[in-house]
């Protein structure tokens, strides 16, 4: 990737679910222009209402506690300065709280 924005392959684990694989698209937050959005993070969906919020500040994602498809998600994570990968490790509560590592490159 030449920027964070496009469309990232994504390894999922955690111990609830095991291991996953899917795509994930990030994008501006339509919105919210001091934002951007993951669109199905966690698998979740594409449409708008799947949309994930996050910051970037310099290398940093945070994921603010926000209820995404009638899931509690919220997390943290590092973009590789070379746009390689990025590193997550999120909370996502349905029936159950699920910790959630991820990399997308």
């Not at 095991?18 to 951007?36: A, E, H, L, Q, S």
């Not at 970037?56 to 990968?85: A, C, H, M, R, W």
Request: net charge negative; proline share 3%.
């Amino acid at each position: 990737h030449d920027s964070i924005f496009g469309i990232w392959q994504c390894d999922e684990d955690s111990e609830e679910l095991d291991f996953r694989k899917y795509t994930v698209t990030v994008m501006n937050d339509p919105y919210d222009t001091t934002m951007y959005v993951f669109s199905n993070l966690h698998n979740l969906g594409n449409g708008e209402d799947s949309y994930v919020e996050f910051y970037l500040t310099g290398d940093s994602i945070i994921i603010p506690g926000q209820i995404v498809n009638s899931y509690s998600i919220d997390g943290k994570g590092v973009l590789e300065p070379d746009f390689s990968e990025i590193n997550l490790k999120y909370t996502i509560q349905g029936a159950t709280l699920i910790n959630v590592e991820a990399t997308l490159y």
